[in-house]
């Protein structure tokens, strides 16, 4: 008998242990994540203090300076955003002096302006964000678990809101970007105070 009672004292140790690593595992996770978010909120805090504009425009001018003549819908395609995004990013840009489009057969092209190209040039190795730097440095195998991993973790999430994946991060960090939230719960909570 005292054999038995040792063989359960094991499995429920194992199974302890194995609860245990799994919650630092987790606790690890979420630092990571708290780790890469800080670094993107940095990062635009750093482009709004240097050159006075978001890191979306930023990225936006880093695009120009490396392929000129861009249409909308490429910059767009590249940045991973909507193009009505991109057009108000470059309106924003064009009323700074920083791009100026030009009228094309198809649609409208964009081009850095002196300024716009020195503020390029000021900022070519984060030009394009910090996460997407990063993610372009992984080799291709850790790349495809990164998105294997982040995708079977979005499936995951409660309030996931698939829109956001074509909106800039700083549009999804700044408070303000959750008050319709907000405002859905108390519409919620108060409704039901009501009944």
Excluded at 147 to 173: G, Q, T, Y
């Amino acid at each position: 008998m005292p054999a038995k009672k040792y063989e359960v004292d094991e499995a429920h140790e194992d199974a302890a242990v194995a609860w245990a690593r799994r919650k630092e595992t987790i606790r690890g996770a979420l630092k990571l994540f708290r780790v890469l978010l800080d670094a993107a909120r940095r990062h635009a805090e750093w482009v709004e203090a240097r050159h006075g504009i978001g890191g979306a425009h930023l990225w936006v001018l880093w695009e120009l300076g490396q392929s000129p003549g861009m249409r909308a819908v490429d910059l767009a395609k590249n940045m991973a955003v909507h193009r009505q995004t991109v057009e108000n990013l470059v309106r924003e840009l064009q009323e700074k002096g920083l791009v100026r489009v030009e009228a094309a057969a198809q649609s409208p092209i964009h081009f850095l302006t002196s300024d716009g190209q020195s503020i390029a040039d000021a900022s070519p190795e984060y030009g394009q964000g910090v996460l997407k730097a990063a993610l372009e440095r992984l080799p291709d195998s850790a790349l495809g678990q990164v998105v294997d991993s982040m995708r079977a973790l979005s499936e995951c999430l409660p309030f996931r809101e698939d829109r956001a994946a074509l909106k800039p991060l700083a549009d999804i960090l700044r408070a303000s970007a959750h008050e319709p939230t907000r405002q859905a719960h108390a519409g919620h909570r108060q409704a039901n105070l009501e009944n």
